[in-house]
Structures are given as structure tokens and as C-alpha cells.
């Protein structure tokens, strides 16, 4: 399978943890996405990566959030002090060259708070 | 603000029936869509995408017109098929945007055997 992969696809934690969570983008694209989809709504933008490079972040991306892309490959995105509106699915999505590509996710990792 | 979003938000059809699933912007800037496929506990699946140099654009049994004037997108399913019951979202980007996808709400389809 060389499509985006999201790991852990489940965690649940109670709150004030920190949590972690990794994506391993499709090789050849060197832009990563990371995106928050609750319930019934569509994803949001949270931040994106070109290679190694933190280029934007939304302003949904409190404190808490930090993401990381360190050798322009996979990404970990960790939430610290976990709070009950951190509950959504995360998204990683990566693609190919500059400009407006399509996007391709892989398929999240859900996190439950306690 | 400026944000995409979806006309409705259910719809229900007999399988071999097309579909039509709409979506309206209003970033005037937007240049480039993609429809996107959701089924439950996955992640969105790349359809289809068309560029505002584009009015429409055909992949396999699907077809999506783009209406500048009216900032109005559609994504048509032809012979519609059990397993295209999913939500249905439409996305937006600009060059402006720094490649930040917005999405709208979703259409839930229901292909009805």
C-alpha cells in the first residue's frame, strides 16, 4: 500500500495526557497536511509542511499543538494537556510539487478524551 | 468569512439513477476545486478536480461542472451504485491561500437498492 499512512488509527486518553500521533505521507510528495474533522463537519486546516518546513498554521493550532516534520518525510503531530475539545479525528494528507495539487489522506486517527 | 458549503445536506437515490450533488463558494479567488468521498471511518478519497480555467471535466461515470459566475460547483454521478452511498464533500484552494484546503459540510448519499 503506497497511499498516506496514519498511526494510531485509535487513541483514547484521559485528560491533561499528551498524545502523539504519526503519518507517513505518499514517498514522492514532499507537502504534508494535518487536518481536524469532528462529527457531521468537513476537515479544517490545522497546519502544512513543505519537505521540512512548517510554512502555515491555523489559528485553530493553540499552544497545546505542536507538529513536526523533521527530515522532510514522516510527521508526528502531539497535543499536550489534553482537553475533552481535543475528541476529532485527525488527518494527515500529503501531495506532489508547488502549487494547488490534489490533496490525498490517509485514513486519521481518531482521539477519544476521557 | 469566506467559506464553501453545500446546497444539501442528505440525498437519496435508486441505484442506476444519476446523482447530482451541488456545492457553492464564495471566495471569488478560489481557483482550483476537488470533490472528495467519505465513508465512515476512512479518510476522504480523492474524486475528481477541476481548475477555474475549466467549466467541466469527466473522470469515470462522474463529471463535475464549475459555474464562475455564480460560484457554483456539481458533481454528477452517472448509473449511481450501492457502494457510492458515502458523504460527499466539495474543497477549495487558491494560489492565495498557501494550499489550505477548505471544505464544506457534506452531502450524505443514500443509493437505495
Known amino acids: 500500500d503506497t497511499g498516506v499512512s496514519q498511526d494510531p488509527r485509535h487513541k483514547i486518553t484521559k485528560r491533561g495526557q499528551n498524545v502523539t500521533f504519526r503519518c507517513d505521507p505518499i514517498?514522492?510528495?514532499?507537502?504534508l497536511y494535518w487536518y481536524r474533522q469532528t462529527l457531521g463537519q468537513g476537515p479544517e486546516f490545522l497546519t502544512y509542511?513543505?519537505?521540512?518546513?512548517?510554512?502555515?498554521k491555523s489559528r485553530l493550532l493553540s499552544d497545546r499543538f505542536s507538529a513536526e516534520r523533521p527530515k522532510g518525510s514522516f510527521s508526528t503531530l502531539e497535543i499536550q494537556r489534553t482537553e475533552q475539545g481535543d475528541s476529532a479525528m485527525y488527518l494527515c494528507?500529503?501531495?506532489?510539487?508547488?502549487?494547488?495539487?490534489?490533496?490525498?489522506f490517509g485514513d486519521g486517527t481518531r482521539l477519544s478524551i476521557l | 468569512g469566506e467559506s464553501v458549503g453545500l446546497h444539501l445536506p442528505t440525498l437519496s437515490v435508486q441505484e442506476g439513477d444519476n446523482s447530482i450533488i451541488n456545492c457553492a463558494y464564495s471566495?471569488?479567488?478560489?481557483?482550483?476545486f476537488i470533490w472528495y468521498k467519505q465513508e465512515s471511518g476512512k479518510g476522504p478519497q480523492f474524486i475528481i478536480d477541476?481548475?477555474?480555467?475549466?467549466d467541466k471535466r469527466q473522470g469515470q461515470r462522474v463529471t463535475v461542472l464549475l459555474n464562475k459566475t455564480v460560484k457554483h460547483l456539481s458533481l454528477q454521478i452517472a448509473a449511481t451504485q450501492p457502494g457510492d452511498s458515502a458523504v460527499y464533500f466539495c474543497?477549495?484552494?487558491?494560489?492565495?491561500?498557501?494550499?489550505?484546503?477548505?471544505f464544506g459540510e457534506g452531502t450524505q448519499l443514500t443509493v437505495n437498492p
Open positions: 494528507a500529503s501531495s506532489r510539487g508547488l502549487g494547488v495539487m490534489p490533496q490525498h
Open positions: 514517498s514522492e510528495h514532499n507537502r
Open positions: 509542511f513543505q519537505n521540512e518546513a512548517q510554512l502555515e
Open positions: 471566495n471569488s479567488a478560489s481557483d482550483y
Open positions: 477541476i481548475r477555474s480555467n475549466m
Open positions: 474543497a477549495e484552494d487558491s494560489t492565495t491561500s498557501g494550499s489550505r484546503l477548505t
